[in-house]
């Protein structure tokens, strides 16, 4: 037999299991007969006359009218939850690159759980430097000439590159700066953690 035979015979053999399965077929013995037991007339009691046979049994003038304007399903606000402030103990581990937001409240796409706040997608150097369990982390964002930072938590992830480590939301890039819908980001931002 050749080498690249050995599925042919696989193959045989699970053919002929399978045809020997479907003719046999389970094996069910009928040895014990069913008996037929007429249910008694006493068992069937009428209906009790209740709400549910008045509302059954109603003339066609007391019949409720259906109205032409459809009534409106109220619907509650949704509510802005507040976030809350991050906190972070500070280890000495640092990085600098570029920093860009993705996330303009109430406006752009946002993280459907994260509507809002003070969060941050990590690029691919920061997440290297995090290391594996980088999601749920704070870290602190800061630009080189602005002494304001921010402490976000790392929420998602971005395929930035080319010295670009972090994405903030609006709510946080405008903390660090002011006017960030008009520039191309802060390109010497400071990340510590």
């Known amino acids: 037999m050749r080498r690249t035979g050995w599925w042919l015979v696989a193959l045989a053999v699970a053919t002929a299991v399978l045809v020997e399965v479907l003719i046999s077929g389970p094996k069910v013995k009928a040895d014990v ?3 037929y037991v007429p249910v008694p ?3 069937f009691v009428p209906y ?4 549910y046979g008045a509302a059954y049994h109603q003339r066609p003038s007391d019949a409720p009218r259906a109205s032409i304007a459809p009534t409106p399903v109220p619907t509650a606000a949704p509510t802005l939850r507040a ?3 991050p906190t ?7 990085l600098v690159g570029t920093a860009t937001w993705y996330c303009l409240t109430g406006v752009s796409g946002c993280m459907a759980i994260h509507p809002g706040g003070l969060y941050a997608a990590a690029g691919p150097a920061l997440r290297a430097a995090l290391g594996v369990n980088w999601r749920g982390r704070a870290v602190l964002v800061r ?9 976000v938590i790392l929420a998602d992830w971005c395929a930035c590159g080319g010295g670009h480590v972090i ?5 946080a890039m405008k903390v660090i700066d002011p006017g960030y819908r008009t520039n191309g980001g802060v390109k010497d931002a400071l990340i510590t953690w």
């Open 48 to 51: 009790p006359d209740s709400t």
């Open 167 to 171: 994405d903030l939301y609006s709510d």
């Open 143 to 151: 630009s080189t000439w602005n002494t304001k930072g921010v402490v």
């Open 41 to 43: 007339a006493t068992a």
């Open 83 to 85: 976030t809350p402030r």
């Open 88 to 94: 972070i103990r500070l280890t000495g581990h640092r």
């Open 33 to 35: 007969a069913t008996a």
